[in-house]
């Protein structure tokens, strides 16, 4: 089978698997990121077949949808590249990137070791701010049945990934939690320049917000 092949079918079963879920992390998550990551890494002269198939598969791998296990996910890629025959190196470099790409509320290490690596975590993390990432973040919200904001409720500084994953602040919070901190998480300068108009825009979203929840500026 060749590298095309592989792609196109690897396309069609995350679509299958993602298509239509919720939270954020759906098909157009993945096709975007897989578009980023194609953008960035021509620029950065990766290896395109290991960004390709990572960035579409970075989210079957996910903590969230496998029960709070990244194991299980992972598994789950590794067959799926070994039932389209590619080879173990390759099939190596994917999962470890899968692996270690996650921000898990920044108490893990996620430093990417590879071109490869650096190329998706940024596209991943850049789908993450934005315009876009301000509508992810409250359909996540929405979909954990989190407040969309409460004052007596202050951001937290995780100290591991089990107090990450039991969070129960509210999305707003989640902005200062990861989405802020995101823009000097960049690897790349493709990235890094992406990043800083997105990260302003998040700056301005919530400015906006907190006048509006005062209600200081109405005429």
């Given at each position: 089978m060749d590298k095309n092949q592989i792609i196109n079918k690897t396309?069609?079963?995350v679509k299958n698997k993602l298509?239509?879920?919720g939270t954020g992390h759906d098909w157009w998550h993945i096709l975007?990121?897989?578009n980023i990551s194609i953008y960035i890494g021509k620029r950065e002269n990766a290896d395109m077949f290991v960004v390709e198939l990572t960035a579409l598969l970075h989210d079957i791998a996910d903590w969230k949808f496998n029960e709070g296990s990244s194991e299980a996910g992972l598994?789950?890629?590794r067959d799926w590249l070994t039932s389209l025959g590619v080879d173990n190196t390759i099939t190596n470099k994917v999962t470890n990137i899968i692996g270690t790409m996650s921000f898990k509320g920044g108490t893990t290490n996620s430093k990417q070791e590879t071109i490869e690596g650096k190329v998706v975590q940024d596209s991943d993390r850049l789908d993450a701010i934005g315009a876009i990432g301000i509508a992810r973040a409250f359909a996540y919200g929405g979909y954990k049945e989190m407040e969309l904001y409460n004052p007596n409720i202050k951001p937290q500084k995780h100290t591991d990934f089990e107090q990450y994953k039991k969070s129960l602040g509210t999305t707003i919070n989640h902005f200062y939690?990861?989405?802020?901190?995101?823009?000097d998480l960049m690897n790349t300068e493709s990235g890094r320049s992406i990043a800083k108009e997105r990260h302003e825009?998040?700056?301005e979203y919530l400015k906006h917000f907190f006048c509006e929840w005062d209600?200081?500026?109405?005429k």
């Open positions: 396309k069609s079963y298509y239509g879920e975007r990121v897989y598994k789950l890629s939690e990861k989405l802020l901190l995101l823009k825009f998040m700056e209600c200081t500026d109405i």
